[in-house]
């Protein structure tokens, strides 16, 4: 079931209302750097379409989804000079999802 937020942060970024340091994009989804960047170089890769969370994107898409973060990751890590990184998701406010739309964490190291 597909749930449209318009009006999250990430919606606005995609439609370039708010600028955004773009680290990759296609058709699909958006990577940016996370405007805290408590961790250095702390990416958020982005679902473009309106989804909240893997609750609500279709099986088929969430395999779509893993497989461009992980290769943007791993060419992130080495083109960076990392050794390894770490990927995270909340799915949900008791998971401590923030932003209602569908987006993965990316922490090199």
């Known amino acids: 079931m ?3 937020n318009n009006d999250s942060i990430f919606s606005k970024i995609i439609r370039r209302e708010v600028p ?5 994009e296609d ?4 990577v940016i750097w996370d405007i805290d960047q408590t961790h250095k170089d702390h990416l958020l890769s982005i679902w473009k379409e309106e ?3 893997l609750f609500d994107l279709p099986a088929h898409k969430i395999k779509k989804y893993f497989k461009i ?6 060419k992130f890590i080495k083109n960076n000079g990392y050794k ?5 998701m909340n ?6 999802q923030v932003v209602m739309h569908c987006h ?3 922490f090199p190291f």
């Open 2 to 4: 597909k749930k449209k």
């Open 20 to 24: 955004s340091r773009i680290a990759y």
């Open 27 to 30: 058709k699909n989804v958006i």
């Open 51 to 53: 989804y909240v969370n």
């Open 69 to 74: 973060t992980a290769k943007f990751a791993k």
């Open 84 to 88: 390894a990184f770490k990927i995270l």
């Open 91 to 96: 799915n949900g406010v008791e998971a401590n």
């Open 104 to 106: 993965i964490h990316i």
